[in-house]
T-cell receptor, first 114, second 113 residues
Framework: AQSVSQHNHHVILSEAASLELGCNYSYGGTVNLFWYVQYPGQHLQLLLKYFSGDPLVKGIKGFEAEFIKSKFSFNLRKPSVQWSDTAEYFCAVMQGGGADGLTFGKGTHLIIQP | DTAVSQTPKYLVTQMGNDKSIKCEQNLGHDTMYWYKQDSKKFLKIMFSYNNKELIINETVPNRFSPKSPDKAHLNLHINSLELGDSAVYFC????????????FGQGTRLTVV
C-alpha cells in the first residue's frame, strides 16, 4: 500500500520568508500528486497537481511544487509567504488507476507571523 | 453555487444514536468519496462510489453504511455512534475514478457525547 510522509507537522515563519514543505511517497508506479490547503474553518482546496509533463508545476496563490521521481518527492514551495497563507497543507497521492482514491499525508500546520 | 455540499455542517449527538450526513454534487461527476479527518487532522478515505457502485470500502466498521441513490448523491449513515466516531467527515467528487482532481465539500464536524 502506498503511503505519504510530510516531514514537518508544524512550521512557523515570518511574513516574506521562503517556504518549502516536504512530501515523500512510497509507491513505485505511476502516480498523480496533489497539494491541498485547508484554511481555518474551511474545506479542502486544491493548490496544485501533477499528472505528467513538466515536473515543476505552478498552482494558485504563488505556490509551486517540483516532482522529483528519483527521490519520490513532491515538495511545495513559495518564495515569499503572507500572513493569509496560515493554514493546514496536505500532500496527497493517487495511484495511476485511481482505484484506491487519494492517500493523504498527515498535514503540515503552517503559521505565518506578521 | 456550491459544487459539493454537505449537510449538516455540525452535528452533535449522544452515544448510541443513529445519524446521517448528506452529500450532493452538482458537477456531473461520476465518482464520489467519503473521507474522515481525525482530531490530529489526518485524512483517510472511507468509501468510494463510481456511478452508484461501491468501489472502495476501507477498513471501516460496518456501523458506517454509505448510500448512493443516484450519481449526484452519496449519503453516509452511521449506526450506534461511538465516542471515537467524533471527527470531521468530508465528501468529495471527481469527474471519473482516478485521473482527475477531487472537489471537496466543506466538511461535517461530528461530535459524539
Amino acid at each position: 500500500a502506498q503511503s505519504v510522509s510530510q516531514h514537518n507537522h508544524h512550521v512557523i515563519l515570518s511574513e516574506a520568508a521562503s517556504l518549502e514543505l516536504g512530501c515523500n511517497y512510497s509507491y513505485g508506479g505511476t502516480v498523480n500528486l496533489f497539494w491541498y490547503v485547508q484554511y481555518p474553518g474551511q474545506h479542502l482546496q486544491l493548490l496544485l497537481k501533477y499528472f505528467s509533463g513538466d515536473p515543476l508545476v505552478k498552482g494558485i496563490k504563488g505556490f509551486e511544487a517540483e516532482f522529483i521521481k528519483s527521490k519520490f518527492s513532491f515538495n511545495l514551495r513559495k518564495p515569499s509567504v503572507q500572513w493569509s497563507d496560515t493554514a493546514e497543507y496536505f500532500c496527497a497521492v493517487m495511484q495511476g488507476g485511481g482505484a484506491d482514491g487519494l492517500t493523504f499525508g498527515k498535514g503540515t500546520h503552517l503559521i505565518i507571523q506578521p | 453555487d456550491t459544487a459539493v455540499s454537505q449537510t449538516p455542517k455540525y452535528l452533535v449527538t449522544q452515544m448510541g444514536n443513529d445519524k446521517s450526513i448528506k452529500c450532493e454534487q452538482n458537477l456531473g461527476h461520476d465518482t464520489m468519496y467519503w473521507y474522515k479527518q481525525d482530531s490530529k487532522k489526518f485524512l483517510k478515505i472511507m468509501f468510494s462510489y463510481n456511478n452508484k457502485e461501491l468501489i472502495i470500502n476501507e477498513t471501516v466498521p460496518n456501523r458506517f453504511s454509505p448510500k448512493s441513490p443516484d450519481k449526484a448523491h452519496l449519503n453516509l449513515h452511521i449506526n450506534s455512534l461511538e465516542l471515537g466516531d467524533s471527527a470531521v467527515y468530508f465528501c468529495a467528487s471527481s469527474r471519473k475514478q482516478g485521473s482527475t482532481e477531487a472537489f471537496f465539500g466543506q466538511g461535517t464536524r461530528l461530535t459524539v457525547v
